[in-house]
């Protein structure tokens, strides 16, 4: 390890109020962010703080630490946050530090980078899926297509699979790029050319569907969720070609739809709306599909309605029954969900990717630019209160956040920022 990536060397340390700690502590009743989108999957934050304000005097530098590469989320369990790094183009790791200070508290590696295809190697060949959290247990996705079980409390490898190794299955031109998920006992994970259920204490696969072809540029970009439609709780899965819900006891396919795909990039995340699910396509649509169920137990879709403007790999939030969403186009639209009517589309442009976490009448968002903004969501008016500049390096990842704290995952460095959950500011 050289000594440049020696935690202490890097972090800034900032003198915080008893006002800043206010609800940095471990604390249950707080929703941990413990996978891709946060504690439900959709960046939705109920019933805890959110900024009213990211001006510096505001929202505050408490650490920063720089790292090697990385495009996953890092998540923030109690008093740790966690985050992976692809080190000298040959070795992956995962890192956990003390949120409070940034201090390293554990470090596991293991062999697994690789190189993405030439067309899109300006991007970097960095490891690319969030990790996941469940009872002290981590669980991450490598580039070549390798899931590790790690002991959170000290990084020690708990299980392995190896899916190319053990399925002779080509490696995904993109690497493992979808985002594990829990449920109950199970984790369910888009590798090994399939949607795959495991035992999340042992490893032992437990079932296996849609299964495709594998190989050159068969990367599955998109994160399932789970969601009850009409009263069947049920995996809601897209792959580079369909969306799908899945029972969760078996694997069994409920239904499917396809979804049309430039060169297999379906990348964001399905949004459950009731009984529909809404998604977009890179250079396509956007759209809203109903998902019915006979009296007979029949499962079918239809498409409910189609919205002309494409995302790209900016996953939407929906807030009072509608829908923001980042387009391919850099802009910024609000669709009604209930009719797909788009109630505007900002003049400005905005980079190339956001993530978004919202909270009743806030919306926070990053670009791949290291900027952040604060936004008022509302159908009648694209409405922008304040924007910062809060990373210097190109920041893919998703915004983390638990209490009144914000994680940002710049390519080469973490950053942890903190704010008054006490102050309401009336940012009209």
């Known amino acids: 390890m050289k000594k440049q990536r020696i935690p202490r060397k890097f972090i800034f340390a900032m003198a915080v109020s008893g006002a800043s700690l206010t609800g940095m502590t471990a604390d249950d009743t ?30 505050k530098l408490d650490w920063r630490v720089e790292l090697e590469p990385s495009y996953s989320s890092p998540i923030v369990v109690g008093d740790r946050v966690f985050t992976t790094e692809t080190i000298n183009k040959e070795r992956e790791s995962t890192r956990a530090f003390n949120r409070l200070t940034g201090e390293l508290i554990w470090e596991q590696s293991w062999e697994g980078a690789m190189k993405v295809p030439f067309y899109a190697a300006s991007n970097g060949s960095w490891i690319r899926s969030t990790p996941a959290w469940s009872d002290g247990y981590l669980y991450v996705g490598g580039m070549r297509d390798v899931l590790k079980c790690l002991n959170a ?20 031109s993109f690497g493992f790029v979808s985002s594990p998920i829990v449920e109950g006992d199970s984790l369910i994970v888009q590798a090994g050319a399939a949607v795959v259920c495991l035992d999340k204490k042992s490893g032992e696969i437990l ?11 068969d990367s599955a970009f998109s994160s399932p969720v789970i969601a009850e439609i009409h009263g069947q709780r049920q995996l809601v899965v897209q792959t580079r070609e369909e969306l799908a819900g899945v029972d969760l006891s078996n694997g069994d396919v409920l239904w499917k739809q396809e979804v049309p795909s430039y060169r297999g ?3 964001l995340t ?20 109903e998902i019915d169920k006979s009296s007979e137990g029949e499962w079918s879709v239809s498409e409910k309605w189609m919205a002309r403007s494409p995302a790209y790999m900016s996953s939407p939030v929906l807030i009072e029954g509608h829908i923001y969403m980042h387009l391919q186009s850099q802009r910024v639209q609000c669709l009604d969900a209930a009719t797909g009517e788009s ?34 969501p509302s159908p009648d008016e694209f409405l922008l209160l304040q924007e910062r500049k809060i ?30 959950p006490r102050r309401d500011l009336a940012l009209d």
Do not use: C
Not at 31 to 52: K, L, T, V
Not at 153 to 172: H, Y
């Open 30 to 59: 707080l929703a941990a962010w413990d996978q891709w989108r946060g504690p439900n999957r959709n960046s939705i934050i109920e019933g805890q703080p959110f900024p009213a304000s990211i001006a510096h005097n505001d929202l």
């Open 153 to 172: 409390s000290n990084g020690e490898v708990v299980w392995s699979r190896d899916f190319p190794s053990e399925w002779n299955t080509d490696l995904p």
């Open 207 to 217: 079932w296996k569907t849609l299964e495709d072809d594998g190989g050159t540029s």
């Open 265 to 267: 990039m379906n990348i």
């Open 270 to 289: 399905p949004l459950v709306i009731g009984n529909s699910v809404f998604t977009s396509s890179y250079k396509n649509k956007s759209w809203l599909y």
């Open 343 to 376: 109630k505007w589309i900002s003049d400005r442009s905005f980079g190339k990717y956001w993530s978004m976490i919202a909270s009743g009448d806030r919306i926070l968002a990053l670009d791949e630019q290291g900027i952040l903004y604060l936004l008022k």
């Open 391 to 420: 990373a210097d390096g190109d920041s893919w990842a998703h915004l983390s956040m638990y209490g009144n704290q914000i994680f940002v995952r710049e390519l080469r460095a973490l950053s942890a920022f903190s704010f008054d």
